[in-house]
C-alpha cells in the first residue's frame, strides 16, 4: 500500500511541490535552522497543550542575581542623571564607566569560569530593564557586549584559546567590545556587504603567516568609538586557493583589536539624540592572523550561520528587555501624573479619553512583561526560540512605542517642554533605535515572523521541504511521503476541529479549569486551530510566492503573535498565583487580541488570492464575520483605575523600576501621588461638603487644621511636578553649541574601496595589535 502510494499519489505531488513549496537562498536557510522551536510549534499546530504551558517553571532568580539587582544595579542607577549624560556630557561619566566594568556588567553572560557573572537569561533581562527605567543610554552600553557580539559569539563558538584569551578580559571590561555587521550599502540585507577579507600571507608573531587583508567600512556600529575589539564581518575570499576550499568561502567574523594599524575607529553618530558610544569604522588593508576568526580556520565561511544562531536567543532579550521597561515607566508615571493633575476640577484620569490610554497601557505592561518572562524561561531551559524572538523584538519595541506616544499624550505639555524635571523624552526619542536595530521592524514583522515561523514552527513543513532538497531522490520521495501524509492527516483532523470550534464559539474547546480565565484558553485553543488551517491553505495555494506576498504574511505573522503574547499573558496570571484583583487587565488584553485576531482572519480572508478557498474558509472560520468587539467602557475603566491608585496589582505591573535617586521630576512625582492617594479621603468630604478650597473647608469647620495642612502639602508638591523647565537664553545657546560641536562629521568620511583583484595590493603593513591581545 505504501509503495503504491508513493508511486502513484506522492511521486507527482513530489515533482509539483518542488515547484511550489518556497525555495530556501543559503543564508534563509541559515536563519531557518538557527535555534529551536518551542511553544510557538504547540500553537502553530492547532491544539496547544495547555497544561504543558502551565507547567513550564517560571523564569527565576538566584540569590546572587538578586543580589546583584539590589545592589550594584541599584547603585548604577543612582549614578546615572540621564539629562546631563545626553545634554552636557555627550557620554556616560568615567566613574560610570569604571563601575560598569568593575562590577563586571560587561560579563553577565561570560561563565564564572571566565570571570564573567554566568547570569541566567532572566537575570541578564531584568538588569537590562531596571537600567532602562533609568536611562536609555546606560542600558544600550550595558546591552550590546551582552547581546550578538564577540562575547556571544566567542562563548558559542570560539577556540579554546580565543575563550581563554578573550573571555576573563572581556568580562572584567579590559577589553571592550563592539559588533561591525552593518555597511552603508547593506542594512536590513546584511549578507550583502561589500566588505571583503582575502586569504593571504602576512606578518604575524612567528614571522610570515597566513592571514586575512581586510577592507570594510561600517557604520551605525554600537560602542565602536570607543572599542578596543572589534567583531567584523565580512565576505572571505581565497583567489590562491591556499585553504584548499576554492575562491569564494562566504561570510565570516573575525575579531579586529582595534589599535591594529589600517583600522580607523572612534568618530560618533547621534543616535536619536542618546549619547550612547556608537559610529563608524573602516578598515583598509588590515591583516589580521588566521587565529583571528572566531571559531579558527575551520569556522572560515560560516559566519551567518553563526550570527543567525546567536540572535535567535539574543533578540528574545536586550530589546523586549528595554521595551518592557519603557511600557513601565509610561505606565507608572502616567497613572501617578493621571491621578494629581487636575483640570476642570478633577484629576484627569477620571476622563474617559485619558482612561483608555491608561488602560491600554496597563494592559501592554502586562502582556510584553509577561511574554518577557516567559521568553527568559525558554532561554533558561536551554532553549533558542528564534520565531518567538523575533514575535518579541518586534511587538515589544511596537507596544513601547504606542505605550510611550500614550504618556506624552497624556502628559501633555510637562512631557512636551525638554529639561532635567522631564522623565519621558529620552525614552520617547530612544524609540526609533529599538524599532531599527536587529532587524528593522516593518522587515521582522512581513518577513521574518511567519515567513521563518511558517517553515520552523510549522509541524511538517520543514521536513518537507527538507525532503525535497535531499539529494538521493529514492530518500527524498520516502522522506517526503512520510512528512506529507503526516501533514495530510493533521490537515484532515484540522479541518474538523477548526470548523467545530469556529461555529461553536469555541465554548467546548480544550482549556484547563482555570476559573474565569477559562474562556480565554478556549478561544486561544480556537483561534489556534483556525491558524493552522488558514496557514495550510495559504501555502498550499500561494507555495513560494507567499514570501512575496507581505502584507499577508505580516498577518499570519500578527495572529501567532498574538497566540504567544496572549498564551504568556495567562500563563502570567496563573504564575502570579491567579489574583482576582488582575483580571481587569488580563481581560483587557485577551479582549484587545482576540478583536486583533478576528480582524486580521478577516482582512487574510478577503485578499487570499485563491478566492474559492478563502470563501470556504470563511465558512468553515468566520461564519458570522468578525464577533468581538474589544474591551467595554466599562473593562477600560476598570483597567485604567489600577494604574490610578495604589495597589497590590498596581505594584505587580510596575515592579522593577529603579529607585529614584537621581532624578528630580521622578522622585516629585513618586511624593505627589503618594500625597494624593493620603489626602483621598479629605477629598472626598470636602467635596461631599461642596467645599473645594482647604481654607474655607477649614473656615467652615468642615476639616481639620491637620487636614488643611495636609492639603496644603499636597497642592506644593502637586505644583511642583507640574512645573517645567525653563531655561534663560544664554543657557540653551550654551546647550545648542555644545551638541553642533560634537563628533558629527561635517564632510562625507573617504570611504575604502575593496581591493580590485586585478590590482597588485600593496604590502601589509606588520599588525600593531592591541596591547591586551600581545599579552
Ligand atoms: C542606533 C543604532 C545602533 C546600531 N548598532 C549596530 C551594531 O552595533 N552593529 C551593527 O552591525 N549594526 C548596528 N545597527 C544597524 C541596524 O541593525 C540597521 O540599521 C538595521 O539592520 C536596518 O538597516 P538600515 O538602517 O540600513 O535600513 P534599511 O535596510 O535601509 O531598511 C529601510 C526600511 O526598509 C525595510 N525593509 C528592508 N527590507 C525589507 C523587506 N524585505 N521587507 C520589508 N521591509 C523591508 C526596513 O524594515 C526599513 O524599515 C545599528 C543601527 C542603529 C540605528
Known amino acids: 500500500m505504501t509503495s503504491w502510494r508513493r508511486d502513484w499519489i506522492t511521486k507527482p505531488i513530489f515533482g509539483w511541490a518542488q515547484k511550489a513549496l518556497p525555495s530556501m537562498s543559503e543564508t534563509e536557510r541559515a536563519a531557518i535552522e538557527a535555534g529551536d522551536v518551542w511553544w510557538d510549534a504547540d500553537l502553530f499546530a492547532g491544539n496547544p497543550d495547555w497544561d504543558k504551558l502551565l507547567a513550564f517553571p517560571p523564569a527565576k532568580l538566584a540569590p546572587d542575581e538578586v543580589a546583584f539587582l539590589d545592589g550594584p544595579v541599584e547603585e548604577l542607577c543612582d549614578m546615572l542623571n ?33 570571570g564573567g557573572l ?69 542594512g536590513s540585507d546584511a549578507a550583502s556587504m561589500t566588505d571583503t577579507g582575502i586569504v593571504t600571507m602576512g606578518p604575524g608573531k612567528s614571522g610570515n603567516v597566513l592571514g586575512i587583508r581586510l577592507n570594510w567600512h561600517k557604520r551605525y556600529i554600537t560602542l565602536g568609538p570607543v572599542a578596543t575589539v572589534l567583531g567584523l564581518a565580512f565576505k572571505l575570499k581565497d583567489p590562491d586557493n591556499l585553504l584548499g576550499r576554492g575562491e569564494d568561502i562566504g561570510i565570516t567574523v ?10 580607523e575607529i572612534g568618530r560618533r553618530h547621534m543616535p536619536s539624540g542618546q549619547m550612547f558610544q556608537n559610529g ?122 504606542t505605550a510611550i506616544n500614550d504618556a506624552m499624550d497624556v502628559h501633555a505639555g510637562k512631557a512636551v517642554i525638554d529639561g532635567p524635571l522631564n522623565y519621558l ?56 511521503d512520510k512528512a506529507f501524509w503526516a501533514h495530510v492527516g493533521l490537515a484532515v483532523k484540522n479541518l474538523f476541529r477548526a470548523w467545530g470550534r469556529a461555529w461553536t464559539g469555541g465554548r467546548f474547546a480544550p482549556a484547563p479549569d482555570a476559573g474565569p480565565a477559562t474562556p480565554h484558553f478556549r478561544q486561544l ?73 478576528e480582524q486580521r482572519f478577516d482582512e487574510i480572508l478577503a485578499n487570499l488570492p485563491a478566492r474559492p478557498i478563502a470563501w470556504m474558509l470563511r465558512f468553515f472560520l468566520m461564519p458570522f464575520g468578525i464577533r468581538r468587539r474589544g474591551p467595554s467602557d466599562a473593562l477600560m475603566q476598570a483597567t485604567a483605575e489600577i494604574l490610578l491608585t495604589p495597589s497590590a496589582t498596581r505594584d505587580r505591573l510596575t515592579t522593577g523600576i529603579a529607585r529614584d535617586a537621581e532624578n528630580e521630576g521622578l522622585k516629585r512625582l513618586q511624593r505627589a501621588f503618594e500625597l494624593v492617594t493620603a489626602a483621598e479621603p479629605i477629598r472626598e468630604k470636602m467635596k461631599s461638603l461642596g ?54 562629521p561635517s564632510q562625507p568620511r573617504p570611504q575604502p574601496q575593496p581591493p580590485q583583484k586585478s590590482k597588485p595590493q600593496p604590502k601589509p603593513k606588520p599588525p600593531r595589535r592591541a596591547k591586551a591581545a600581545a599579552e
Not at 570560539?158 to 561591525?180: I, N, S, Y
Not at 573575525?254 to 583600522?263: C, F, I, M, S
Not at 528593522?440 to 515561523?453: E, H
Open 525 to 597: 485553543s480556537r483561534y489556534s486551530a483556525a491558524f493552522l488551517l488558514a496557514a495550510d491553505m495559504a501555502l498550499l495555494t500561494m507555495g513560494g510566492a507567499l514570501k512575496r506576498r507581505e502584507m499577508l504574511s505580516a498577518r499570519y505573522g500578527d495572529i501567532l503573535s498574538e497566540l504567544f503574547l496572549l498564551s504568556a499573558a495567562l500563563k502570567r496570571w496563573h504564575d502570579e498565583g491567579r489574583q482576582e484583583a488582575d483580571l481587569p487587565v488580563l481581560d483587557y488584553a485577551m479582549q484587545t487580541g482576540f478583536l486583533t485576531i
Open 691 to 744: 467645599a473645594r478650597d482647604p481654607a474655607i473647608a477649614l473656615e467652615r469647620g468642615f476639616i481639620t487644621r491637620a487636614e488643611a495642612e495636609q492639603m496644603k502639602i499636597l497642592a506644593e508638591a502637586v505644583s511642583a511636578v507640574v512645573a517645567v523647565d525653563d531655561f534663560a537664553p544664554e543657557e540653551i545657546s550654551a546647550l545648542v553649541k555644545q551638541k553642533s560641536k560634537g563628533d558629527v
Open 425 to 480: 523624552t529620552a525614552i520617547y526619542r530612544g524609540i526609533p533605535i529599538g524599532i531599527t536595530v536587529e532587524g528593522a521592524n516593518i522587515l521582522t514583522r512581513c518577513l521574518i515572523i511567519f515567513g521563518q515561523g511558517a517553515i520552523r514552527s510549522h509541524p511538517y513543513l520543514l521536513s518537507e521541504m527538507l525532503a525535497l532538497g535531499h539529494k538521493n531522490k529514492d530518500r527524498a520521495l520516502a522522506h517526503f
Open 82 to 114: 540621564d539629562w546631563q549624560i545626553n545634554h552636557e556630557l555627550g557620554d556616560l561619566p568615567p566613574e560610570v564607566w569604571a563601575f560598569m566594568k568593575s562590577k563586571k556588567f560587561f560579563g553577565m553572560i561570560i561563565p564564572k569560569s571566565y
Open 254 to 263: 573575525a575579531l579586529v583589536p582595534t589599535e591594529t594599524d589600517g583600522v
Open 280 to 401: 563608524p569604522n573602516w578598515g583598509r588593508d588590515v591583516f589580521v592572523p588566521m587565529e583571528s576568526v572566531i571559531g579558527g580556520q575551520e569556522r572560515v565561511g560560516q559566519g551567518w550561520q553563526m550570527l543567525m544562531s546567536a540572535l535567535a536567543a539574543g533578540r528574545g532579550i536586550s530589546l523586549p528587555s528595554l521595551s518592557a521597561a519603557g511600557i513601565v515607566m509610561a505606565a507608572h508615571t502616567t497613572g501617578a501624573y493621571a491621578a494629581i493633575r487636575n483640570q476642570f476640577n478633577i484629576p484627569i484620569g477620571k476622563f474617559e479619553g485619558v482612561q483608555e490610554r491608561l488602560a491600554r497601557m496597563a494592559a501592554s505592561a502586562y502582556v510584553i512583561d509577561g511574554a518577557r518572562r516567559l521568553t527568559c524561561a525558554a532561554l533558561d531551559m536551554g532553549k533558542k526560540p528564534a520565531v518567538i524572538s523575533g514575535i518579541m523584538k518586534y511587538h515589544a519595541t511596537e507596544r513601547m512605542r
Open 118 to 186: 554566568g547570569f541566567s537569561a532572566f537575570a541578564h533581562s531584568e538588569v537590562v530593564r531596571k537600567i532602562s527605567t533609568r536611562s536609555i543610554t546606560a542600558a544600550v552600553t550595558v546591552m550590546v557586549p551582552n547581546s550578538l557580539g564577540p562575547g556571544e559569539l566567542l562563548h558559542q563558538f570560539g577556540t579554546k584559546e580565543q575563550q581563554d584569551h578573550w573571555l576573563p578580559r572581556l568580562a572584567d571590561g579590559r577589553e571592550v567590545p563592539c559588533f561591525g555587521l552593518t555597511s552603508p550599502e547593506a
